[in-house]
């Protein structure tokens, strides 16, 4: 039945890897009986895989570097892990100050204001979950339904993600996070260079007055916040000053319209 | 609702990952950070894994890319230094014969011989013959149709058996 059938050396390989369908190796098996010369290719193909497991295989057995380890079981990989450091205890610090200025926050709010503290907020809020590889964000944009309706539900406030696709941004997600009064949102893009941008939305009680953009610096984390309609907004990423800018003039722009149609 | 999805286990693909790396860069501690660069990749990009398909050919595929990446970086920066870019397959390969932890003198020289592979037969040979990869799952590890796979693996073995000299149809050999 198989005489006369040829065999390519993908067929030899094919069969000496045993990648082949059963039938087709059936045939294969049928013509090699007939060709010594052929089967003798399949047996020196299968003693060099067998050398080279032989060769190969004692290095699986190694010790594992203690890096590696931790990198494949932990939740930020070692390289984010160092770079953000100084951050994350500074956002430690952060929550322990949100819980003083919260008990405190009738004096604080005399002395310092809203619009000082809320751009630092929304830095350090981005530092600490921008460099989170696993979980920068709590429900991720293939959600973004849910996600934004849950938000609005704990702000009390129809809330909108705005698309940055045009300035190359994509939608990761988002989050709440603590706020002086009440909480706030955080919305987490990223582009195709894997650098991230957040946008921080907080409605606390002494936001009333409303401001122009304004930029800040903390950290070295860009902030373009600014309040409208009683509402916080900050954007905070590690991008140029003009290039974060002009990612907050769609941000604006796309609440305004957003705004002006859930009105009646 | 938490993700439903489970994370994929990196922990035991290891192991294979830091060997797929050595036979890539031909250099124990360049190894090391490729692995370290790779899973730091899988950890952001996880919810793209299958869950239920191949580990190692994801995994591989990530570190196949960011290998390439790298080297084409690292060859644009070396080309303003230096003229042998056109240096032979065995450049770069620095994986010590003795690296087996084996007594046995043909298996360093085996390591030896790979060296001297171009580095996408060295490749297609580890991932076929070592961990038995599908020829489908190698094609997309390296982006390549899978008839490119099969004339890549044919050439490296074809080379081997030359270094060896081993004729064609050599009847076995009873050692011992």
């Known amino acids: 039945m198989s005489a006369g059938l040829p065999l390519s050396d993908d067929d030899l390989n094919a069969y000496a890897d045993r990648q082949l369908s059963p039938e087709r190796a059936a045939q294969v098996e049928a013509r090699l009986a007939e060709e010594p010369a052929l089967a003798a290719r399949v047996a020196a193909i299968q003693r060099q895989n067998a050398t080279l497991r032989e060769a190969f295989d004692p290095w699986l057995a190694e010790a594992l570097p203690r890096e590696l380890i931790a990198s494949a079981t932990a939740r930020h990989s070692a390289r984010s892990r160092a770079r953000s450091w100084p951050l994350l205890a500074a956002a430690a610090s952060l929550v322990v100050g949100l819980a003083v200025g919260w008990l405190m926050r009738g004096e604080l709010l005399q002395r310092e204001g809203t619009p000082v503290t809320f751009p630092r907020q929304a830095a350090l809020t981005h530092a600490l979950y921008a460099a989170d590889v696993n979980r920068p964000v709590e429900i991720w944009a293939n959600e973004e339904e849910r996600l934004v309706r849950w938000l609005s539900k704990r702000l009390h406030f129809p809330l909108h993600a705005p698309n940055l696709n045009s300035a190359g941004f994509a939608l990761v997600g988002g989050r709440l996070v603590a706020g002086n009064e009440r909480p706030g949102a955080l919305f987490m893009y990223e582009n195709a260079d894997k650098q991230r941008i957040s946008l921080l939305v907080r409605k606390d009680a002494e936001a009333t007055r409303e401001t122009a953009f304004r930029y800040a610096q903390e950290d070295g984390v860009g902030v373009f916040y600014w309040i409208d309609d009683a509402c916080g907004y900050a954007l905070s990423g590690n991008l140029d000053k003009t290039q974060l800018l002009s990612i907050a003039r769609i941000v604006y722009g796309q609440l305004a319209v957003a705004e002006a149609a859930g009105k009646p | ?176």
């Open chain 2, 1 to 176: 609702m938490p993700d439903a999805l489970p994370d994929p286990d990196l922990v035991s693909a290891l192991p294979r990952l830091r060997r797929y790396a050595r036979v890539l860069t031909g250099d124990f501690s360049r190894a090391d950070d490729l692995v370290q660069d790779t899973l730091a990749r899988a950890w952001e990009k996880r919810r793209l894994w299958k869950a239920g398909s191949d580990l190692r050919a994801w995994l591989f595929t990530i570190m196949h890319n960011l290998y390439v990446n790298q080297r084409s970086l690292r060859r644009r920066e070396s080309a303003e230094t230096s003229l042998d870019a056109d240096h032979g397959p065995a450049a770069g390969w620095e994986i010590p014969t003795r690296a087996t932890q084996s007594d046995r003198i043909e298996l360093g020289e085996v390591l030896d011989q790979i060296g001297r592979l171009p580095g996408e037969q060295r490749e297609v040979l580890l991932l076929a013959a070592v961990e038995e990869l599908r020829y489908g799952d190698i094609a997309q590890v390296q982006g390549v149709p899978i008839g490119t796979v099969m004339s890549r693996l044919n050439r490296a073995r074809e080379k081997l058996r030359r270094m060896n000299a081993e004729p064609a149809a050599a009847p076995l050999k009873v050692v011992k």
